[in-house]
C-alpha cells in the first residue's frame, strides 16, 4: 500500500528549488513518527533525495530515478529505474510512505491508498506542486490542529485522509 507524506501549501506549493519553504519542527517531528519504525520504506524520487541531509536512519530508501547509471553507496538505498518494480509494494497490505517530490507525487496519486497531508496556511511562490486531488474520492480519518508558535510560525493542520 502506498501512503503519502507531504506538507503542502494552501495554493499546493510543496517547494521551491529543491528545498521546503517552511520551518515547521513539529512537521519534521511528524515525519519522523511515521516513516520511523521496524522495516518501513520510503520511496522518493533522485532529487528530494539529494535534498536530505543524508541517509535517514533506520529507513530504507527506494529512489526512482530515470537516470540508470545513478548509484548510491548505502545499504538502505535501493535504486530503481521502472515504476514497474513498485507493483509487490502497490498491491500489498504494508504500508510504503511516498515522500516526494512533484513528479513521484503525480506519477504514483493513482496507486495511494492514503494520505498524511500537513497542510500549511499560508500561499507560496514555489517550483513543484502536489498533484491535485478530488477530495470526494478520500475520506479524513484524522484531522488535528498543528503546532503554531515562535518555532512553527505557520498555522498548519495535518490530517490523514484514505482512500474512499
Not at 4 to 21: M, R, T
Not at 36 to 41: A, G, I, M
Not at 140 to 151: A, H, R
Request: hydrophobic letters at 40%; aromatic letters at 12%.
Amino acid at each position: 500500500m502506498l501512503s503519502f507524506v507531504v506538507a503542502v501549501s494552501e495554493n499546493n506549493v510543496i517547494g521551491k528549488d529543491n528545498s521546503l519553504l517552511w520551518h515547521l519542527p513539529s512537521d519534521l517531528k511528524r515525519f519522523k513518527e511515521i516513516t520511523l519504525s521496524e522495516s518501513k520504506t520510503m520511496i522518493m524520487g533522485r532529487k528530494t533525495f539529494e535534498a536530505l541531509p543524508y541517509v535517514l536512519p533506520g529507513r530504507k530508501h527506494i529512489i526512482l530515478t530515470r537516470n540508470k547509471n545513478y548509484k548510491v553507496e548505502d545499504e538502505a538505498v535501493i535504486i530503481i529505474n521502472d515504476i514497474a518494480f513498485l507493483k509487490p509494494m502497490i498491491e500489498s497490505k504494508e504500508e510504503f510512505f511516498v515522500i516526494g517530490g512533484g513528479e513521484i507525487y503525480k506519477l504514483l496519486m493513482p496507486y495511494a491508498k492514503k494520505l498524511y497531508l500537513t497542510i500549511v496556511h499560508e500561499n507560496f511562490c514555489g517550483d513543484t506542486f502536489f498533484p491535485e486531488y478530488k477530495n470526494f474520492q478520500w475520506t479524513i480519518i484524522k484531522k488535528q490542529e498543528g503546532v503554531y508558535d515562535e518555532n512553527n510560525q505557520y498555522k498548519n493542520t495535518f490530517l490523514i485522509l484514505e482512500r474512499k
